[in-house]
């Protein structure tokens, strides 16, 4: 059987030519494992199916010859055990989004917090230079990075869609998507926004799935624990009511992401009446966030002393003001500073 190369560039129909390449290790990962995890389960159809194919590779070329055979194998493979088809597949439901994309690379990692999907920009310089050979045409590179173990996993289509909705959004001048937009005022800062900015971003993806009939990633019921485990401070009695105004709201750009990832005040702003949640009365209360800087050292704290009125001395509170003049008690302070301010006060240095 001749076996022709045929997956390094899929065509789509879209009147431009949105090449498909993968990463020839990739492939191989991708088949070798498949064989093993399907004989390791009783099943040596596609064992005996590559041998079939592989065993003669042996006999017919020089060892110099065989990489390029092995590597021919491995596409055809990949193509007719439809591995190919599922990336495909989910561009096909994205017409839109084909129009406005030149070139796919798809690259194996090693660990699932390695995978992504994201418009060319920051991979190396040799997919660089290859988006900006598509920029120049108008249209734009997408990168997918994936364990190989994802081609054979059935939530692989949900992942792709979920993934897609994130670059359809970044190529959409609605959502107006700024890659360099500045958060935080320290690394820890930063790390919690971006964390949270990728919450908020999920969770109105999978809600937009669902409205269209389409299964998300994760359940409403998982974005929920996953958004509670993120906004901790605010008040549980009215945590249903914010988490449901998220959900049912249709759109959200990036400035609102951005601006609800970095103040716990404007997504509350969010919340809506639903059964057994309140719906926050006063929007007006510091909310004293992890990895947010104390106001009196300046320095990231996880430790933040609350209802200090209650909880601190009078004196100590007062002493604290006299050092830090517009300072006051709903604006919190760390375990630290609250402990080096409480011996100043009574003299101790």
């Known amino acids: 059987m001749a076996i022709q190369p045929h997956i390094a560039q899929q065509k789509s129909d879209t009147p431009h030519t949105m090449d498909i390449r993968f990463q ?30 592989a065993d003669p590779i042996y006999e017919k070329y020089s060892l110099d010859d065989r990489e390029s055979e092995f590597k021919k194998l491995y596409q055809y493979l990949f193509g007719i055990w439809g591995f190919s088809d599922i990336i495909r597949n989910a561009f096909d439901e994205f017409p839109a989004l084909k129009e406005k994309i030149g070139i796919v690379l798809i690259k194996g990692v090693l660990k699932e917090d390695q995978e992504g999907v994201d418009v060319l920009r920051k991979w190396g310089s040799v997919e660089q230079d290859m988006a900006r050979q598509f920029e120049e045409k108008g249209l734009k590179g997408v990168g997918i990075k994936l364990i190989p173990r994802r081609f054979y996993d059935p939530a692989l289509s ?35 926004i971006l964390h949270r900015y990728r919450i908020l971003w999920c969770m109105n993806i999978d809600s937009r799935l669902v409205q269209a009939g389409k299964d998300p990633m994760l359940t409403r019921e998982d974005r929920f624990k996953e958004f509670r485990s993120w906004y901790r401070k605010i008040p549980p009695t009215q945590l249903k009511s914010v988490f449901e105004g998220l959900w049912q709201a249709d759109f959200f750009t990036h400035a609102e992401l951005t601006e609800m990832a970095s103040d716990t005040l404007r997504v509350m702003d969010r919340a809506i009446e639903v059964e057994g949640g309140d719906v926050p009365a006063t929007l007006n209360k510091v909310i004293l966030m992890p990895g947010f800087p104390c106001p009196l050292c300046r320095f990231p704290t996880y430790s933040w002393v609350e209802d200090l009125e209650n909880k601190v001395e009078k004196h100590v509170l007062d002493f604290i003001r006299e050092n830090h003049p517009g300072w006051d008690a709903e604006y919190g302070a760390c375990d630290r500073c609250v402990e080096v301010y409480r011996l100043r006060s009574e003299g101790v240095t």
């Open 158 to 192: 949900r992942y792709c869609r979920h993934e897609l909705t994130h670059i359809a959004d970044m190529l959409d001048p609605v959502f107006d998507y700024d890659p360099d937009t500045k958060v935080g005022q320290n690394p820890g800062e930063e790390t919690l």
């Open 24 to 53: 020839p290790a990739l492939l191989q990962e991708v088949i070798d494992s498949f064989i093993e995890k399907t004989e390791r389960e009783g099943d040596p159809t596609y064992y005996k199916e590559f041998h079939e194919l």
